[in-house]
């Protein structure tokens, strides 16, 4: 024992090299178990200091967005070759690679809370943002990322400008778009209905460079009995004063960016004795700024919680207390639902572009892990079968973004002054088909994306899980999927079908564009099937009950967005300097069922018995004996 102790005390006297560096000892819980490590062979202790191995996998870089979007920028160079534009885009898709992505990151680790009562008690209702989001705001100024879609220097194309730089910008915008959507919206209202006082100044700060003078605008529509139904759902009022404003008084359980300088919201007119009408026909739209008193209250306004949500966690939403909100009148009295229609048409596009974005980021992103990632002794690129589902998500992304821009490019049209009758059926139709397509096909694709990185696709602090999380929204705000698929059906219903119409010649046209591509010919022979098919179903679908119809009102929409994917990914790969990867994309696509609502129409799906079989498949609940 005496020697022992001698060995002991020695080698906890000094410390001993590990592959050439000195290494202190460590204490081990005992002697017996001190002597066996420093008895072993090696002269060591193996733990006196974690070990984690030797190998760590390298992360997916992202590249400059613009630079690695060969459809992006293929798009533009055939409608939009100007240098300028082009010259803008690649600095921006550098700065967001470089520096903006950090600040969105930045926003995610550091959500916005809420600061109800100073020190001393008094009621303050501070929305707390982080820097990141104050620096966004700037940013989105400079950038004219509002601006871009009201100069009209640019044409009929500005729209697409503005949403191709949005469609860089979003995955890394620390949800910064939201608001922006909701300012673009504002402005396009106040723009329609004539610009003059009292949101005369409020148009030019909605659309200003100027960071010190550009503001952002919330949207206050949602309470607490429903969200798209806003006919029944709006029990807020508003008093007339004297001066010809009003005050504000309800709840408002759902208000998205919160912490904007303005704002639009529905109201019901109380008359002068207190009555208001009920439905749709009593909503107004009013204007109002969000404003402090000199003792630093807000007026009229309570913020009573933010909401916690599943994602767009960087974004402040709140239910916000009414009560004497100054505002003033935009619409014609009972006019408000009518007056938001150019606002959601904005909204559902910057929700579309939200989507595609979303899309081709976590692609992007995949792709460059797959030059990274080795397993099972080859690169992930070197797996058919990862560059076969890495493809078909391509393929899907290729098809949202060329939706997308079509409807910008409608929008562009209308704006202008320059869009035909057909142009305009087709932006109506196309805006709530284009929405809900991409937002559901947003979150299939994410979620595809994040498999791809495996276990570190579910891991936090990557930031892969944001993506996924995030893009759950776009499915939801401005309209559900069954929401806008009826929508779908209301367009057609008050166009007399004119809508269709234009859809199918459209369509017709883009094809006939093909013609003598032989490279294309299956996919110009698919999409060709799908109209007839679309007809088809249209001409039985009329002679049957509204029921049958509103049953296949979600299936009808999908189809719509397949069949004209189909036809602008053939359009793409028609002209001069299209890549057989154009083609090959437009081929995949059609290879799968582009009129499902034909499909099911075959099987009975919507027929008079399916509605209750439906609703007795979910409701059953037989106790079983």
Request: proline letters at 4%; a neutral charge.
């Amino acid at each position: 024992m005496a020697a022992s102790s001698a060995v002991l005390s020695r080698r906890l006297a000094g410390s001993r090299l590990w592959c050439g560096v000195t290494r202190p000892l460590v204490h081990i819980r005992s002697a017996k178990h001190l002597w066996e490590a420093a008895s072993d062979g090696a002269g060591y202790l193996p733990f006196s200091r974690a070990r984690v191995g030797s190998f760590f996998q390298e992360q997916p870089v992202l590249k400059n967005p613009f630079l690695e979007d060969a459809l992006l920028r293929g798009y533009l160079k055939r409608h939009l070759p100007q240098e300028a534009i082009l010259s803008d885009l690649n600095a921006f898709g550098e700065r967001v690679a470089k520096v903006i992505d950090t600040w969105g990151r930045q926003c995610e680790l550091n959500p916005p809370r809420l600061v109800h009562f100073d020190p001393w008690g008094r009621r303050v209702d501070h929305i707390v943002t982080s820097e990141a989001w104050k620096r966004l705001k700037d940013l989105s100024a400079q950038e004219g990322l509002v601006a871009i879609g009201y100069d009209k220097s640019f044409g009929e194309w500005r729209r697409v400008y503005q949403m191709s730089k949005l469609y860089i910008f979003s995955p890394s915008s620390g949800l910064y778009t939201c608001p922006l959507a909701m300012t673009d919206g504002a402005a396009k209202v106040i723009q329609s209905g004539g610009v003059s006082p009292p949101v005369e100044e409020a148009y030019r700060r909605l659309t200003s460079r100027q960071p010190e003078r550009f503001w952002t605008s919330g949207q206050w529509m949602t309470e607490r009995q429903g969200g798209s139904d806003v006919g029944t759902g709006t029990e807020t009022v508003a008093v007339p004063q004297a001066d010809g404003s009003y005050r504000l008084h309800g709840f408002k359980w759902f208000t998205s960016a919160t912490d904007a300088d303005m704002t639009l919201t529905l109201a019901r007119v109380q008359d002068t004795s207190g009555s208001t009408t009920p439905g749709s026909r009593g909503l107004s739209l009013f204007y109002a700024e969000v404003s402090r008193d000199e003792d630093g209250r807000l007026r009229g306004i309570e913020v009573q919680r933010l909401k916690d949500k599943l994602g767009t966690r960087q974004m402040p939403t709140a239910e916000l207390l009414l009560d004497g909100l100054p505002a003033y009148r935009l619409s014609e009295e009972g006019r408000g639902v009518a007056s938001i229609a150019n606002m959601l048409t904005i909204t559902r596009i910057h929700n579309s572009v939200s989507a595609a974005a979303a899309m081709r980021r976590v692609l992007q992103l995949a792709r460059d892990y797959a030059t990274r990632r080795t397993a099972f002794g080859k690169l992930l690129k070197d797996h058919p079968l990862h560059m076969q589902t890495l493809a078909r998500m391509e393929v899907e992304t290729r098809a949202a973004f060329l939706l997308v821009m079509d409807v910008c490019r409608l929008l562009g049209r209308e704006e202008s002054g320059l869009a035909s009758e057909l142009d305009l059926h087709l932006l109506r139709l196309l805006t709530p088909v284009v929405k809900l397509y991409t937002g559901k096909q947003a979150v299939a694709v994410v979620s595809e994306g994040l498999e791809s990185f495996g276990g570190q696709g579910y891991i936090e602090d990557t930031g892969m899980p944001g993506i996924l999380r995030d893009a759950q929204v776009l499915s939801i705000w401005e309209g559900t999927t069954n929401v806008l698929s009826l929508d779908v059906l209301r367009c057609v219903a008050r166009s007399s079908g004119m809508v269709l119409h234009a859809y199918f010649a459209h369509v017709k046209s883009l094809l006939a564009g093909a013609t003598g591509v032989s490279s294309l010919d299956p996919a110009v022979k698919a999409v060709g099937g799908a109209l007839s098919e679309l007809e088809q179903f249209v001409q039985i679908a009329a002679s049957r009950s509204p029921s049958y119809l509103e049953l296949a009102a979600r299936d009808l929409a999908y189809s719509l967005a397949r069949t004209y994917a189909g036809a602008l990914l053939i359009d793409h790969a028609c002209w001069k300097d299209a890549s057989p990867n154009d083609t090959y994309a437009a081929l995949r696509w059609c290879e799968q069922d582009l009129c499902l609502v034909a499909s099911k129409q075959t099987r009975g799906c919507y027929d008079s018995s399916s509605a209750s079989m439906d609703a007795a498949l979910i409701y059953d609940n037989r106790i079983q004996t």
